[in-house]
């Protein structure tokens, strides 16, 4: 299961989000009965995480953060994702592609890094 956490500010679509998101969990070998986490924040709250988290004090772009052996309401945990939102939004348009495209580049990256 893929839940999606986001501000309606944000345009995203979740339906074509949690498809494409699941094609990139079957590509990697993830156990479809496993939970996943995307939420999008904003710089201010992505700063707050990497400061706390990673000891910087930069709205990054992705962070991951396993969840390993979590269990709730009977669902096996694998991570949560976080996406800062206007930082895939410059990203996109540094390297000219659409922030769809940015946007699941960053899962997938948040992905690996859960299963390392």
Avoid: W
């Amino acid at each position: 299961m893929i839940n999606v956490i986001s501000s309606s500010r944000y345009r995203i679509n979740k339906k074509n989000l949690r498809s494409k998101t699941e094609e990139i969990l079957a590509k990697l070998d993830v156990a479809q009965e496993l939970t996943l986490n995307l939420a999008f924040v904003g710089r201010n709250k992505m700063r707050s995480l990497s400061e706390t988290y990673k000891k910087e004090n930069v709205a990054l772009p992705v962070l991951s953060f396993p969840y390993k052996g979590h269990v709730v309401d009977k669902a096996a945990l694998l991570g949560e994702i976080v996406i800062c939102y206007p930082q895939a939004v410059l990203l996109a348009a540094e390297r000219n592609r659409r922030v769809e495209e940015t946007v699941l580049t960053l899962i997938k990256h948040g992905v690996e890094n859960l299963l390392k």
